[in-house]
């Protein structure tokens, strides 16, 4: 199962301290990787490479929201998004208050302004929900353009 990911286990990248430090070193891990990984291989792969597996689930939801945020900014992306606790209870949250997710930001504006391919931007954004389904609902609408898409707030389920 985690066949593609021991390769990168052999070379331990290590991170700075500190979330800001975890961000640059998962998107430097994400996007040297073949594009391919699935979840649990990319948790494996930060783990491996000294996430702890808290900061590597919260980067593994919020890295390619904030990718596909900021590859599609003509869509009017709502500012909160929803954590599931249960059925009856979910907590609206603002990515503006979520410390981590600004970092996440910076991070990306950080590697934007560097050595970055497309097919790097691709390997984070396309993992995004909310990619997927603005590029189906483009495919399957070939008139609709892309600032007609409406987009609901995410929900995270940890």
């Not at 990319?42 to 945020?69: D, H, K, Q, S, Y």
Request: proline residues 4%.
């Amino acid at each position: 199962m985690f066949k593609h990911v021991k390769s990168f286990f052999k070379k331990k990248q290590t991170a700075p301290n500190g979330f800001a430090g975890y961000a640059d070193l998962a998107i430097r891990l994400i996007t040297d990787s073949n594009g391919q990984l699935e979840d649990g291989q990319i948790i494996a792969l930060l783990e491996a490479n000294g996430i702890p597996r808290t900061e590597a689930v919260e980067l593994l939801l919020f890295l390619p929201m904030a990718f596909c945020r900021h590859l599609l900014p003509i869509i009017n992306w709502p500012d909160h998004y929803f954590e599931y606790i249960s059925k009856e209870k979910q907590i609206k949250h603002l990515y503006s208050d979520n410390q981590r997710y600004t970092i996440i930001q910076k991070a990306l504006l950080h590697y934007l302004a560097g050595n970055f391919t497309n097919a790097d931007y691709y390997k984070i954004a396309g993992r995004s929900a909310s990619f997927h389904s603005i590029n189906q609902i483009l495919l399957a609408n070939p008139e609709r353009k892309i600032s007609e898409v409406l987009v609901t707030p995410e929900t995270v389920i940890y």
